[in-house]
């Protein structure tokens, strides 16, 4: 079985940062794209930024200059550096995992979530 468990949300002040971390675990043979996502109530989940297991980002333009996605392949973990946050940042937000298992097969894996608020 595979796990992916998140941390780091929580209440900030606008203008202020916060480090969401999400570690998966388990059966895991190889690791493909990593990926942070996040949604508010009624509106669908939309893509923040992923990272492919070569490095590459993609933002959206919404976070871009303000937020950063990195890794540690070591310990199959990703991280999101959310700097100058803002008030419409409020969200769930939910990372994601491509991965490669003892089930031979690539497969999506998603976290539980983890509430950011922005409010001053």
């Known amino acids: 079985q595979v796990q992916l468990v998140e941390s780091g949300g929580g209440l900030v002040q606008p203008g202020n940062s916060l480090k969401l971390s999400c570690a998966a675990s388990g059966s895991i043979v190889n690791r493909g794209t990593m990926g942070w996502y996040r949604q508010t109530p009624g509106k669908e989940r939309e893509l923040v930024a992923t990272i492919t297991s070569g490095g590459t980002t993609t933002y959206a333009d919404s976070v871009k200059s303000r937020f950063t996605i990195s890794t540690n392949n070591a310990k199959n973990t990703v991280y999101l550096q959310m700097n100058s946050l803002k008030p419409e940042d409020t969200a769930v937000y939910y990372c994601?995992?491509?991965?490669?298992?003892?089930?031979?097969?690539?497969?999506?894996?998603w976290g539980q979530g983890t509430q950011v608020t922005v409010s001053s």
């Open positions: 994601k995992a491509r991965l490669y298992t003892y089930t031979r097969a690539w497969a999506d894996y």
